[in-house]
């Protein structure tokens, strides 16, 4: 969102996910056998949290 001319970080932060987060949660959350991580009204910044939290997950299991 534009605010007279600049970007509002806040209001950024607190939109709903991208189209392509919401792709990559989901299937990381199916990948990691936890599908409750995916829902469809999660914030921007906790959709990323979610996804970052998720791939160190799969990596840790991934390295046994």
Do not use: C, H, W
Not at 44 to 54: G, M, N, S, V, W
Request: aromatic share 10%; proline share 2%; glycine share 4%.
């Amino acid at each position: 969102m534009q605010v007279q001319g600049k970007y509002d970080a806040r209001v950024f932060l607190a939109e709903q996910m991208t189209r392509a987060q919401g792709l990559r949660l989901k299937r990381l959350s199916e990948e990691a056998f936890q599908p409750t991580q995916y829902d469809r009204g999660l914030s921007f910044t906790e959709a990323a949290r979610r996804i970052q939290a998720l791939e160190a997950e799969i990596e840790l299991a991934n390295s046994f």
